[in-house]
């Protein structure tokens, strides 16, 4: 038992010294000017409709290895499904992310459940209860509800159903139905906005953004989504 105790502290250390590396690394090559500038943003977007144009697969391949890692090493979804629409459009790009989110977040909740199982359970145990309570009366209904509704981070998110203990499959396919909607509203937003760049040579105004149906209507979709999660919190999670 004391030897699986330092196994596990060490392999957390090494886990969250790659996070921390990574976080360096990412933030030591990009600026804020780097995703502030309309010029650099249409030089990139034409790069990078080049690199994917070059060979669809392996850039496929790269970004869903890329959502994994992301998912596992900072576990927020917003930028993924922005740049997933903006590479691969609104369909092509909410297929990648929502497969590539949910095995990230399925990895990590193997290692969650192997490494702090007793921490979260004695951190969040008498505060979800009552959601631990609801999820055993039908695990996967519950759960895609859990996953659709949010209001939790979505780090935390991936973990707490270690509380659960939900099974494998649900876990994954749970997360692939649950996410969908708000994933695909996401992605349909980073795929406006390349396509607002598109067909502006110089940088849009405000008002121009606002009333382009590439990104009003994802907005508006998002909006929805809020409401009727608020509705569902309310319902079966109150």
């Known amino acids: 038992m004391e030897k699986e105790n330092k196994l596990k502290i060490l392999l957390g250390i090494i886990y969250l010294s790659i996070v921390a590396a990574f976080l360096l690394v990412f933030f030591n090559h990009f600026s804020f000017q780097d995703f502030s500038s309309y010029e650099l943003?249409?030089?990139?977007?034409?790069?990078?409709?080049?690199i994917k144009n070059s060979n669809l697969f392996i850039t496929i391949s790269f970004f869903l290895l890329f959502c994994i890692v992301w998912c596992l090493l900072l576990g927020f979804a917003s930028?993924?499904?922005?740049?997933?629409?903006?590479?691969?459009?609104?369909?092509?790009?909410?297929?990648?992310?929502?497969?590539?989110?949910s095995f990230g977040a399925t990895v990590l909740y193997l290692i969650g459940n192997y490494f702090f199982k007793n921490l979260?359970?004695?951190?969040?145990?008498?505060?979800?209860?009552?959601?631990?309570?609801?999820?055993?009366?039908?695990?996967?209904?519950?759960?895609?509800?859990?996953?659709?509704?949010?209001?939790?981070?979505?780090?935390?998110?991936n973990l707490l159903p270690i509380l659960f203990r939900i099974k494998l499959k649900?876990?994954?396919?749970?997360?692939?139905?649950?996410?969908?909607?708000?994933?695909?509203?996401?992605?349909?937003?980073?795929?406006?906005?390349?396509k607002l760049i598109e067909n502006n040579q110089s940088p849009p105004t405000l008002f121009d953004i606002i009333l382009?149906?590439?990104v009003y209507l994802p907005i508006l979709g998002i909006i929805i989504l809020l409401i009727?999660?608020?509705?569902?919190?309310?319902?079966f999670f109150n």
């Open 41 to 50: 943003l249409k030089n990139n977007r034409d790069s990078l409709n080049e």
């Open 79 to 101: 930028p993924i499904y922005l740049l997933g629409g903006f590479i691969f459009g609104k369909w092509i790009g909410t297929i990648l992310v929502v497969l590539g989110l």
């Open 120 to 157: 979260i359970e004695k951190k969040f145990s008498s505060k979800y209860y009552k959601l631990t309570e609801k999820i055993h009366k039908n695990e996967f209904f519950y759960f895609v509800l859990y996953r659709a509704v949010g209001g939790i981070p979505f780090f935390l998110q």
């Open 170 to 194: 649900n876990y994954f396919i749970g997360s692939v139905v649950g996410l969908s909607p708000q994933l695909f509203a996401g992605t349909s937003l980073g795929a406006g906005f390349n």
């Open 212 to 214: 382009a149906p590439e």
């Open 228 to 235: 009727l999660s608020f509705i569902l919190r309310e319902k």
